[in-house]
């Protein structure tokens, strides 16, 4: 029981550049999140799947897409890439959408030059 | 939007107890309040949650008063592994808003 799956764990890219990041969880999960995490800024939500289908804006959206591509898998993609968006993201999930303990992956720490 | 302010950092010495507060003016009726332990290069861990007056479990308290404007997260006897960032999250699931806001973290710094 692996819980919540992050890759890559780290990247670089150019300022322009796109990609994407995995996340997949093994506990049958029916919400997914997204965070970032910045230096003294906490963490902030990007994006979040209340469940299979389904996805919603979280506080910081401007520059991500996301896909629910099924019940495990939850991806945060980059369009195109800038400095701003350099960073430490965090997928996490819970089993519903609702005040229930969230797990979190080990993040990916991005840099963006 | 329920905006958190949290004690940037906070020096403990072990087997105190650690009090550290979250305050959170604006809480709404729905939202309601989980503490989250975080250590170096590691996701958050899951602490404790509550909506009103007290919550206990097996490492920590939660202590809410009345106008939920602000909470306590309680550590009993902290150890040396208890040095780790700990966060507040007011969260508003009963609609899909994303109203999903973490503090900025404690800094929790235990020594011996």
């Known amino acids: 029981n692996a819980g919540v799956t992050q890759t890559p764990k780290f990247q670089v890219l150019k300022t322009g550049q796109s990609m994407t990041l995995q996340c997949a969880q093994d506990m049958n999960h029916n919400s997914m999140y997204w965070y970032r995490q910045d230096p003294g800024m906490g963490l902030r939500l990007i994006y979040y799947s209340a469940s299979e289908g389904t996805t919603d804006k979280g506080e910081v959206p401007n520059g991500y897409n996301v896909s629910r591509l099924n019940k495990r898998e939850f991806s945060l993609r980059l369009e195109s890439a800038a400095p701003s968006q350099t960073s430490v993201y965090f997928c996490a999930s819970s089993e519903a959408f609702g005040p229930y303990e969230q797990y979190f992956g080990p993040g990916t720490r991005l840099t963006v030059t | 939007l329920a905006k958190t302010t949290q004690p940037i950092s906070m020096d403990s010495y072990e087997g105190q107890e650690v009090n550290i507060t979250c305050s959170h003016n604006?809480?709404?009726?729905?939202?309601?309040i989980t503490w989250y332990q975080q250590f170096p290069s590691q996701g958050p861990r899951f602490i404790i949650q509550g909506y009103k007056t007290k919550v206990t479990n097996e490492v920590a308290s939660l202590f809410i008063p009345a106008d939920r404007k602000s909470s306590t997260l309680s550590l009993p006897r902290v150890s040396l592994s208890d040095t780790a960032v700990y966060y507040c999250?007011?969260?508003?699931?009963?609609?899909?808003?994303?109203?999903?806001?973490f503090g900025q973290g404690t800094t929790l710094q235990v020594k011996p």
């Open positions: 604006n809480i709404a009726t729905n939202d309601y």
């Open positions: 999250l007011v969260g508003d699931f009963s609609s899909n808003t994303g109203k999903l806001i």
